[in-house]
């Protein structure tokens, strides 16, 4: 048969790449303190732009999760089937340390580090980050109980990964999930119905639905119920001590836009036993620990979702031509190259700034954390709620080819809304904002303080800056104007960071549209004079095989 056609023009894949190696990534490992770990995270990066490690991706996602509440004979089993590949992922994510390493390692950057790696890693896949994610997150809530703590704590920052349902005290590993959200009241925990009656010898006895709790087949859940005294915080293990099985049932997986390698589910307490973590009464201050640090995750993840989508733009880009050049060279695309470039630099520097803040929390800086308050809400808010409309231009870069499953992009598309709705939604990360500020003023000063490090440096942030901080002197209708003023306060600080930090030509841009008057809405609309070779250099990747 003669052939029909020669393919020509066509972009090859993205593999075989480092995808550790970006310099707004490497800068910020050194200034945050983890230089130390730059080899590791490059092996990583090396391993995640790996073919291998992207059809590992590719299989979890494709072949989604499967319940299983019975077995064969009518027993409940509520068990969860992942395919292999998500095994994998795992696996590496445990023995890199991405789960909960920090907590056990003295030297210092270990959550910048650690921070990098989740980075680097979420480029295989952002499903199975999640209960990695989680388990960084619970130890600082289970210290309030320091019996658990002193039990489980060695087994979660293990870097074995032990999958399956026995004892947690004989596993060579943890993993650990959060079970708070009720169909009644969301992001309104408060309005929980779950009941905690006490059950003898510490323990309690929980009954009740939760609408979404994610990683099902986690070891233990920290969980939020109404025990006598008030809404408290529960370790609910999904194997109790004597091998019996926790009565806790999965109803349904939930049927996701995105997210699907990740299975996410209703279940029912049906007299599962917990034991208190912190004071009966206080869950919602306990819990609140852990949640701070996945919303850590959630900036962490949603940076990287950038970095992955202006990777595979800039790509495509420079090995596909159109009209007698390639995309790269024409002045309309890099414009929207370039654009999509600043906000995942200035979306990665944010979220490394932010890890930093932790490791420091860690040691004690109490400045550090009255400046992480204030900047995690307000980058949780912007940096997750700036994903869509990237990952929407980003695709749009590829044309036709990244509207194709083929290509990624659709996957990394129903990826990114999910940031800005995990550990609350936009309203109200905004609303958490007002909040900080109305309750510690001094960590609004934090804030700023920070922020002026950049002082005189671009008279555009400076202007962004006072503009702001008048906007903050006017309380009448403020919550209804709190978007806004937390998207200046987001601004602002990236702006900081970037003039002190980022090269010239990205900071310039940065100040020239968000913080100037010359930007439009679309992705594409910096104002004229902007580097845009420059940028577009230090956003690309090099294939290493």
């Known amino acids: 048969m003669p052939a029909t056609h020669e393919v020509t023009n066509q972009v090859p894949p993205?593999?075989?790449?480092?995808?550790?190696?970006?310099?707004?990534?490497?800068?910020?490992?050194?200034?945050?303190?983890?230089?130390?770990?730059?080899?590791?995270?490059?092996?990583?990066?090396?391993?995640?732009?790996?073919?291998?490690?992207?059809?590992?991706?590719?299989?979890?996602?494709?072949?989604?999760?499967?319940?299983?509440?019975?077995?064969?004979?009518?027993?409940?089993?509520?068990?969860?089937?992942?395919?292999?590949?998500?095994?994998?992922?795992?696996?590496?994510?445990?023995?890199?340390?991405?789960?909960?390493?920090?907590?056990?390692?003295?030297?210092?950057?270990?959550?910048?580090?650690?921070?990098?790696?989740?980075?680097?890693?979420?480029?295989?896949?952002?499903?199975?980050?999640?209960?990695?994610s989680m388990t960084y997150a619970v130890v600082p809530a289970l210290r309030h109980a320091p019996d658990l703590a002193a039990t489980y704590e060695p087994l979660l920052t293990a870097t074995t990964y032990d999958f399956g349902l026995r004892v947690p005290a004989t596993k060579r590993g943890l993993i650990a999930g959060m079970s708070m959200t009720e169909k009644q009241g969301g992001s309104d925990v408060r309005a929980n119905t779950t009941t905690a009656t006490p059950a003898g010898d510490g323990a309690y006895a929980l009954v009740g639905h939760k609408w979404f709790t994610?990683?099902?087949?986690?070891?233990?859940?920290?969980?939020?119920?109404?025990?006598?005294?008030?809404?408290?915080?529960?370790?609910?293990?999904?194997?109790?001590?004597?091998?019996s099985r926790n009565p806790i049932r999965l109803q349904r997986l939930k049927d996701k836009l995105g997210n699907r390698s990740n299975a996410s589910s209703e279940i029912e307490y049906d007299g599962a036993l917990g034991w208190l973590v912190g004071e009966e009464g206080r869950g919602v201050p306990t819990i609140?620990?852990?949640?701070?640090?996945?919303?850590?995750?959630?900036?962490?993840?949603?940076?990287?979702?950038?970095?992955?989508?202006?990777?595979?733009?800039?790509?495509?880009?420079?090995?596909?031509?159109?009209?007698?050049?390639l995309l790269v060279d024409q002045p309309l695309m890099?414009?929207?190259?370039?654009?999509?470039?600043?906000?995942?630099?200035?979306?990665?520097?944010?979220?490394?700034?932010?890890?930093?803040?932790?490791?420091?929390?860690?040691?004690?800086?109490?400045?550090?954390?009255?400046?992480r308050r204030v900047a995690l809400a307000v980058s949780k808010y912007w940096v997750c709620k700036r994903a869509p409309s990237h990952a929407a231009e980003a695709l749009e870069c590829l044309g036709g080819n990244g509207y194709v499953e083929d290509s990624g992009m659709p996957r990394l598309f129903r990826e990114s809304p999910l940031m800005s709705i995990w550990e609350g939604s936009g309203n109200v990360a905004a609303l958490d904002t007002l909040r900080a500020i109305g309750r510690q003023p001094e960590s609004l000063q934090a804030f700023f303080d920070e922020v002026e490090l950049a002082a005189g440096a671009d008279s555009r942030l400076d202007d962004a800056l006072a503009h702001v901080r008048k906007e903050l002197t006017d309380f009448e209708d403020i919550e209804y104007r709190a978007r806004r003023i937390v998207e200046q306060l987001a601004l602002v600080f990236q702006g900081s960071l970037l003039v002190r930090h980022a090269p010239s030509a990205v900071a310039d841009a940065f100040c020239g549209s968000r913080l100037g008057r010359d930007w439009g809405v679309a992705f594409g609309t910096l104002p004229v004079g902007v580097d845009t070779a420059a940028i577009i250099e230090r956003a690309g990747t090099d294939p290493v095989e």
């Open 14 to 132: 993205l593999v075989g790449h480092d995808v550790a190696a970006y310099p707004a990534l490497l800068e910020s490992l050194s200034r945050e303190g983890a230089g130390w770990a730059t080899d590791d995270l490059h092996a990583l990066g090396r391993r995640a732009g790996s073919a291998e490690a992207q059809e590992w991706g590719r299989l979890a996602e494709k072949n989604h999760p499967v319940l299983h509440t019975h077995d064969r004979y009518g027993h409940r089993v509520d068990e969860v089937e992942f395919d292999p590949a998500w095994h994998q992922l795992m696996t590496v994510a445990v023995e890199a340390g991405i789960h909960a390493a920090p907590w056990a390692d003295v030297r210092e950057g270990a959550h910048v580090a650690r921070a990098a790696k989740e980075f680097v890693w979420t480029a295989s896949d952002a499903g199975h980050i999640c209960p990695i």
């Open 214 to 243: 994610s990683a099902p087949m986690s070891d233990f859940f920290l969980t939020l119920a109404q025990a006598p005294g008030g809404l408290s915080c529960f370790f609910v293990p999904r194997v109790l001590p004597d091998g």
């Open 334 to 371: 890099a414009n929207v190259l370039s654009d999509l470039a600043v906000e995942a630099e200035a979306a990665t520097y944010a979220a490394m700034r932010l890890a930093g803040a932790t490791d420091r929390v860690a040691r004690g800086d109490e400045q550090e954390a009255m400046v």
């Open 288 to 325: 609140i620990e852990m949640v701070n640090m996945t919303r850590l995750d959630c900036t962490i993840g949603s940076a990287a979702g950038m970095r992955i989508a202006t990777m595979q733009a800039v790509h495509h880009a420079r090995h596909r031509s159109a009209f007698g050049k």
